[in-house]
């Protein structure tokens, strides 16, 4: 497994304002991945960070709203652009292993937007 | 695209019955993995399935992948007050995850 942690664990945001998420693994994994989980939803899938090069976003989700950075292999950020009541949910980082399909996530980051 | 479906959505139990949810996929995966999360808390990796027909146990919990490998169950015996949560799972072909809306179990003491 992995050690993974994320800031901030909750935030209430104002609307129209962004909110930037990091990310961070405690060793070098090969795919790190972005979720979103609206409450009592599932888990939705909204870009894979790639190390080095801009992020692959899933349909519907887009680089302005969501950038993504990941400028090594243990660290990345999300950030919520532009945010409305609409983008309150709970925003979970994965990582997985080379060679692997194991998904481990952090422990999320829930957001309010008022 | 592929969709995975996840029945039922909410199951009750009184404590010491069993228990079991469904998960189906549109298309043939290349693995399925479970995951429980408890309330207030993140998604928890349980198992992985790979072989068709798989069946793999941890204590209480018996998994199965079916033949097509495009359907599995998780079952669970006796069920206690520490099995609450939402169990999903979650579908692979492409190397991304497709999840399972989820089966939320409460367990009555």
């Known amino acids: 497994s992995a050690v993974i942690s994320q800031k901030p664990s909750r935030d209430i945001c104002q609307r129209g304002t962004s909110l930037t998420i990091q990310c961070q693994v405690d060793?070098?994994?090969?795919?790190m991945f972005w979720y979103r989980q609206q409450p009592g939803q599932s888990l939705t899938l909204i870009a894979t960070a790639n190390q080095g090069s801009e992020a692959t976003y899933e349909s519907g989700f887009v680089i302005d709203k969501f950038p993504i950075s990941r400028p090594n292999l243990t660290f990345s950020t999300l950030t919520v652009s532009n945010m409305s009541p609409e983008d309150s949910s709970i925003y979970l980082c994965s990582v997985q292993r080379q060679g692997g399909d194991t998904q481990y996530f952090g422990p999320g980051t829930r957001l309010t937007v008022l | 695209g592929q969709q995975v479906m996840q029945i039922p959505q909410y199951q009750h139990v009184q404590e010491g019955e069993d228990f079991t949810t469904y998960c189906n996929s549109s298309t043939t995966l290349s693995n399925i993995q479970w995951y429980k999360q408890r309330p207030g808390g993140h998604p928890v990796f349980l198992i992985q399935l790979v072989k068709s027909g798989e069946v793999k146990k941890q204590k209480r919990l018996t998994f199965q992948f079916g033949e097509a490998k495009k359907n599995s169950s998780l079952h669970i015996t006796a069920t206690q007050t520490t099995d609450v949560g939402t169990y999903f799972c979650a579908g692979s072909n492409t190397g991304k995850l497709i999840f399972g809306q989820g089966t939320t179990l409460q367990v009555k003491p």
């Open positions: 060793s070098q994994v090969t795919m």
